[in-house]
Structures are given as structure tokens and as C-alpha cells.
């Protein structure tokens, strides 16, 4: 890596912010797309009482690009100078971009479920079951209803449920509903199953049906006992490792201008992931 006085600084922040894959995936991509010593990626851990404090230093040490996550997508979006439409209308920012000093918030969460749906299915007019009502749920919820699917939501508090039927259509119900079963794509949005509670799911196997398709946004593991249950039914999944891949290059365009093949981000997450597993 040659690190010069013209490299642009990208960073992942976050509260912990250790398990980013962001610094060992994009360092490998810079060099490998032509980028080396352009960019260098880094990862900050930051508390939300220090993120108007970051967000000034992020003007004065110019930094590029910053890839938000958990805490930080609702709160950062005060102290932005602009937040663009959809980020606004998800209520979420994950990716910031900094043009001489204005700084504007993006979505890119959506994006990670459009993308690797569409591969596999055309989302208009599909029944879609969304289990989960937090922020990721509401992007969930986003890229259903934008691309013209017929949402309903299903979650252990019906309160949550409700606020994001307010603002995006669709029904409501309790994570046992039996119309879980009549949908034609079900996709987890909750945290249930996330590594290291693997061995949990937030519906029973029961409501799954072999024409179903399983889309899980948890990408630690790669397969989740949702979809090791869709799978034994004989439903199609797709992991949470597509979201991550296809949210990313979006924002790598987002900081670069670049657009990158989908192969070379799988590939380099798989490296990651096994890195990260050896050094377990
Ligand atoms: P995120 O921003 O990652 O979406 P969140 O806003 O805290 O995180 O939302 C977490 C989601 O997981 C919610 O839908 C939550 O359900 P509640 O609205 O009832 O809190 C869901 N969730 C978390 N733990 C759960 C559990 N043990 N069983 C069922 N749902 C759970």
C-alpha cells in the first residue's frame, strides 16, 4: 500500500465497530482495481455522544467516505448537510459522502436487497413477508414497496409493525401468523439467528412452504437456521452475504466513482471470512 499526501481516507464507524469486515475487504480491492494509494479504508469506533465531535473532524481532515453502522444510522443524520431522498424517506443513513466539505447521507441497505432478489425473482406484485420492524427492517420495507411488491410485516412487538405500515403500506401481524405461509418471499430482518445464537429463528419451520423463497439480511452466518430450515423443506435461500456485497458496491461507487464486479467483493469476503476464522 503506498499511502501519499493525495490518498483519500474511507472509514467504517460504529459502536463496536470491530467486527467490520470494511478495512480487510476495500485495502485488497484499492490495489486490485487500480486504486492503490488513492484510497486507504479504515475503521473508528466512535460513541454516539462523540459523533458531532467525528463529523467535524471529518470536515477538517477531509475525509471521503464513512460507512455508518449500528448506532450510528438514525442519530448521525442531524449533523449532515444534506440526506438524499430515499436515505430520508428509509430514515437511515449508512454511507456519507463528503464533497469539499458538504456532507451528504445515502442508503445503500436497499439496495442489498433489490439486487440479489431481482437475480432470482421479478419482486412486482410478489407476496413478500418481512419479519422484523427496526432500521434494517424499514430498508427491507423500502425495497419491496419501491419495486412494487405487496408487503406485510410480521413482528414480535405490533407496535413497531405498525409505525413502518404508517409510512410504507401493507399489513401487520404476530411473528406465528399463519399467512407467513402464503407468502412467495420471506425476509429476516431481525436479529434472531445472528452470530453467536445461531441455533435460533424468529419463525417456526412450520410456515415455510418449498415455493417460498428465503432471503436472511444476517451475514454472520452465511446460512441461518431460517434458511437450514427453509433449505430442509426444500425453499431457496439467499444469504445475508449478498446484501452485504451488493450495499457495498454501492457505496464504493458512492466514494470512488468505481463500479466493481460483484466477483472480485465476493471473493475478497470469503477471504476476509476466513481469516477472521483463523484467527478465532
Ligand atoms: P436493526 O437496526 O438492526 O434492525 P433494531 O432496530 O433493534 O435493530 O430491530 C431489531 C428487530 O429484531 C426488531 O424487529 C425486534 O423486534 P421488536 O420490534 O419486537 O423489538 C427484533 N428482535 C430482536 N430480538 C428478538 C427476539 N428475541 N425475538 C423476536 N424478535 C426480535
Known amino acids: 500500500m503506498k499511502i501519499t499526501t493525495e490518498t483519500q481516507?474511507?472509514?467504517?464507524?460504529?459502536?463496536?465497530?470491530?467486527?467490520?469486515?470494511?478495512?480487510?475487504?476495500?485495502?485488497?480491492?484499492?490495489?486490485?482495481?487500480?486504486?492503490?494509494?488513492?484510497?486507504?479504508?479504515?475503521?473508528c469506533n466512535i460513541k454516539v455522544d462523540e459523533l458531532k465531535d467525528f463529523i467535524n473532524a471529518v470536515k477538517v481532515l477531509n475525509i471521503r467516505g464513512i460507512s455508518c453502522t449500528v448506532p450510528h444510522k438514525g442519530e448521525v443524520?442531524?449533523?449532515?448537510?444534506?440526506?438524499?431522498?430515499?436515505?430520508?424517506?428509509?430514515g437511515a443513513v449508512n454511507s456519507i459522502v463528503n464533497d469539499n466539505g458538504q456532507l451528504k447521507g445515502y442508503n445503500t441497505d436497499w439496495i442489498g436487497i433489490v439486487k440479489p432478489l431481482s437475480k432470482v425473482v421479478d419482486i412486482s406484485g410478489k407476496r413478500i413477508a418481512l419479519i422484523g420492524a427496526g432500521g434494517a427492517a424499514r430498508a427491507v420495507a423500502y425495497a419491496v414497496v419501491s419495486n412494487g411488491g405487496n408487503l406485510s410485516i410480521y413482528n414480535r412487538t405490533q407496535e413497531n409493525a405498525k409505525k413502518i405500515i404508517d409510512d410504507f403500506g401493507g399489513k401487520s401481524g404476530p411473528l406465528d401468523s399463519p399467512d407467513i405461509a402464503k407468502a412467495d418471499i420471506i425476509i429476516n430482518a431481525t436479529s434472531v439467528g445472528m452470530h453467536p445464537e445461531t441455533d435460533k429463528s424468529p419463525i417456526s419451520?412450520?410456515?415455510?412452504?418449498?415455493?417460498?423463497?428465503?432471503?436472511?439480511?444476517?451475514?454472520?452466518?452465511?446460512?441461518?437456521?431460517?434458511?437450514k430450515d427453509a433449505q430442509d423443506i426444500g425453499a431457496k435461500t439467499i444469504s445475508g452475504r449478498?446484501?452485504?456485497?451488493?450495499?457495498?458496491?454501492?457505496?464504493?461507487r458512492l466514494y470512488t466513482g468505481i463500479e466493481l464486479d460483484e466477483q472480485i467483493v465476493r471473493k475478497q469476503l470469503e477471504k476476509a471470512m476466513a481469516d477472521k476464522t483463523h484467527a478465532r
Request: aromatic share 10%; proline share 5%.
Open 9 to 43: 481516507i474511507c472509514m467504517a464507524i460504529g459502536d463496536p465497530v470491530k467486527q467490520s469486515l470494511g478495512p480487510s475487504i476495500y485495502n485488497d480491492i484499492y490495489a486490485q482495481v487500480g486504486l492503490d494509494g488513492k484510497y486507504v479504508y479504515l475503521a
Open 205 to 227: 419451520k412450520s410456515l415455510m412452504n418449498p415455493e417460498q423463497i428465503v432471503f436472511d439480511a444476517i451475514h454472520t452466518p452465511a446460512l441461518t437456521q431460517l434458511q
Open 77 to 90: 443524520m442531524k449533523y449532515l448537510d444534506e440526506i438524499d431522498e430515499v436515505a430520508q424517506k428509509i
Open 242 to 252: 449478498e446484501m452485504f456485497i451488493y450495499q457495498g458496491i454501492e457505496q464504493f
